[in-house]
């Protein structure tokens, strides 16, 4: 099994930047990729960014392309997400994801951790 602990989220005010990261534990060899996920009060859990653990290929919601960049370290089985530029609507609680499934289907999911952008 994997386990996913994320850290770095906080108060921003808008056009502030966070990073947060997210550590990996446990059975890591079978992590295809990792991303992030967010849910703001109200709504259903949205992609972010993910990071393909083996080739580093990065996808982004067009809502943050261009603010928002992830990364990995594989020696340390973490990945980051660099949050520049914020915006009051990337309020959310912000979730860690990792998929072990070849259908790519995110099975592995962090405690979440609340990100709010003052206007």
């Known amino acids: 099994q994997v386990q996913l602990v994320e850290s770095g989220g906080g108060l921003v005010q808008a056009g502030g930047s966070l990073r947060l990261s997210c550590a990996a534990s446990g059975r890591t060899f079978s992590i295809y990729a990792m991303g992030w996920f967010r849910q703001a009060p109200g709504k259903g859990r949205q992609f972010v960014a993910s990071i393909t653990w083996r080739d580093g290929k990065t996808y982004f919601a067009d809502s943050v392309k261009g603010r928002f960049t992830i990364s990995r370290d594989n020696a340390k089985n973490t990945v980051y997400l660099q949050m520049n530029n914020l915006k009051p609507e990337d309020t959310a609680v912000y979730y860690c994801?990792?998929?072990?499934?070849?259908?790519?289907?995110?099975?592995?999911w962090g405690q979440g951790t609340q990100i709010t952008v003052s206007s």
């Open positions: 994801a990792a998929t072990t499934t070849s259908s790519g289907a995110y099975d592995l």
